[in-house]
């Protein structure tokens, strides 16, 4: 029988003692990792997921708001300021029909050369004294900012005709008479 070294047994306990507390801290540590890196990952495939989504529907309400300014130049038919004015109460209810099929728009708003509404489709009469020129969607197309046919997004902005309603501004230079671009743009908006 071999005989036993003094203290062995002690320092077989302490081993033991320790390797009891060590072994599951370890153990928890290990499973935490996992657990971390695992939710990490399926965090990062959702978001890739709600991206792909977000994208989809950028992407279509940007093509809606092409294929609606192009249906508001064709409404307008080249008209000038004067002719859309004149002619404000009957396109408005086009202006308004186009709106009400397209759940991407909140308004359309046909601008003057001096920033001014000229028609739009949830107000009739059109604001007249609403002075528009100061607005960036307005600025980039008269400063030619934005180059004729290119789309410009504006900003979150607050409402002045409706001070409660909050907005961007999808804004496009309308087609003249000419068939070139008129100094003001009809101006899409999305709340």
Do not use: C
Not at 69 to 84: K, R, S, Y
Request: proline share 7%; no cysteine; glycine share 6%.
């Amino acid at each position: 029988m071999p005989k036993a070294v003094p203290g062995s047994a002690a320092r077989s306990l302490s081993v033991f003692v320790a390797a009891s507390l060590v072994l599951p801290a370890l153990v928890f540590v290990a499973a935490s990792w996992l657990a971390y890196e695992g939710h990490f990952r399926q965090a990062r495939e959702r978001l890739a997921r709600t991206l792909d989504v977000v994208h989809e529907h950028a992407v279509k309400v940007f093509e809606t708001h092409d294929l609606a300014a192009e249906q508001i130049n064709e409404i307008l038919g080249g008209l000038d300021d004067e002719a859309i004015r004149t002619r404000e109460a009957a396109l408005n209810p086009r202006l308004k029909a186009l709106d009400a099929r397209l759940a991407q728009i909140n308004d359309i708003w046909v601008l003057n050369r001096d920033g001014r509404p000229l028609v739009t489709a949830n107000f009739h009469p059109a604001p007249v004294n609403l002075d528009l020129s100061d607005r960036a969607y307005y600025r980039v197309h008269r400063d030619g900012v934005v180059p004729p046919g290119r789309p410009y997004v504006s900003e979150v902005l607050r409402g002045r005709a409706d001070p409660t309603t909050t907005f961007f501004q999808v804004s496009l230079r309308r087609r003249g008479a000419d068939g070139g671009t008129g100094a003001s743009p009809p101006a899409l908006s999305q709340a």
